[in-house]
T-cell receptor, first 110, second 113 residues
Framework: ETGVTQTPRHLVMGMTNKKSLKCEQH?????MYWYKQSAKKPLELMFV???????ENNSVPSRFSPECPNSSHLFLHLHTLQPEDSALYLC?????????FGEGSRLTVL | GESVGLHLPTLSVQEGDNSIINCAYS??????FIWYKQESGKGPQFIID?????DKRQGQRVTVLLNKTVKHLSLQIAATQPGDSAVYFC????????????FGAGTILRVKS
């Protein structure tokens, strides 16, 4: 138990579907992150939020839309995804330095 | 820019032996380094970190060594156990990067019983 909870753990969706990934942290951290993890590639930073404000968008396509209603919750809204978007999406939180990761949401786009 | 890479994609060791996983970084301004362990089906878990004002730090069965001269980082695992089988990532961040960590691709550690 890392204190960062992601749901759903697995998601299969078609290219025309709309779905959302949810992340919740119980650590009192001020920053939250979305990372994409593809096979044999380094973790790719997607978005960073500090105190609910987006501070980084790492050139992520608009079919990924993040939402951070408060410092404890982070969403990733998915729309019109492509098969190459299939990956493990990891949420993380931090106060300073060390990132605490959730277990990830395994996304498969058909 | 910042890039972090690993020398060996896969490392196989016998149970009980010591393991050494290596990592190279490119940004000489990097001042904070972390090792993460990721088991199958799980998210990365923090193992140990080190700041650039140190060259060695020890944890429980793990030691991280930092050589700033050659921009090299290593993770040593003593008496490797089957439960140590996982993918190990190094990550680095530098001054002005805030909490932005740059990750390496990972090394697979396989422990043979």
């Amino acid at each position: 138990e890392t204190g960062v909870t992601q749901t759903p753990r697995h998601l299969v969706m078609g290219m025309t579907n709309k779905k959302s990934l949810k992340c919740e942290q119980h650590l009192g951290h001020n920053a939250m992150y979305w990372y994409k993890q593809s096979a044999k590639k380094p973790l790719e930073l997607m978005f960073v939020y500090n105190f609910k404000e987006q501070t980084e968008n790492n050139s992520v396509p608009s079919r990924f839309s993040p939402e951070c209603p408060n410092s404890s919750h982070l969403f990733l809204h998915l729309h019109t995804l492509q098969p190459e978007d299939s990956a493990l999406y990891l949420c993380a939180s931090s106060y300073t330095g060390e990132l605490f990761f959730g277990e990830g949401s395994r996304l498969t786009v058909l | 820019g910042e890039s972090v890479g690993l020398h060996l994609p896969t490392l196989s060791v016998q149970e009980g032996d010591n393991s050494i996983i290596n990592c190279a970084y490119s940004n000489s301004a990097s001042d904070y380094f972390i090792w993460y362990k990721q088991e199958s089906g799980k998210g990365p878990q923090f193992i140990i970190d080190i700041r650039s004002n140190m060259d060695k730090r020890q944890g429980q069965r793990v030691t991280v060594l930092l050589n700033k001269t050659v921009k090299h980082l290593s993770l040593q695992i003593a008496a490797t156990q089957p439960g140590d089988s996982a993918v190990y990532f190094c990550a680095a961040s530098g001054r002005g990067y805030g909490n932005k960590l740059v990750f390496g691709a990972g090394t697979i550690l396989r422990v043979k019983s």
